[in-house]
């Protein structure tokens, strides 16, 4: 199964509530993450870090992906290593912004 390629980003928040999109790079909204301050005023809080976890999801795949090539030879893992583990720092960074 294929997804909507990346990287996506995070619009900024709507004007009439507690709502942030994910878009793809051709504009199209993969999707939205909401929380309901008439629900749980707590949720809210949660609508900035989810949403960058989930813009980030494709490039933590592609670092999950890179750290697990069928063919690496014994040499070619300590050269990649740093290439792997930058793509992980990345990702990560962006999930936790």
Known sequence: MAHTPGPW???PYHSLGAEQDIIAPNGQRVCSVAGSKSFDEDTNEWIEPDAHLIAAAPELLAALKAMLPESWEPADYLNNRKR???LARAAI???ER
């Open 93 to 95: 960074a962006k999930a």
């Open 9 to 11: 980003t995070i619009a």
């Open 84 to 86: 792997v583990m930058d």
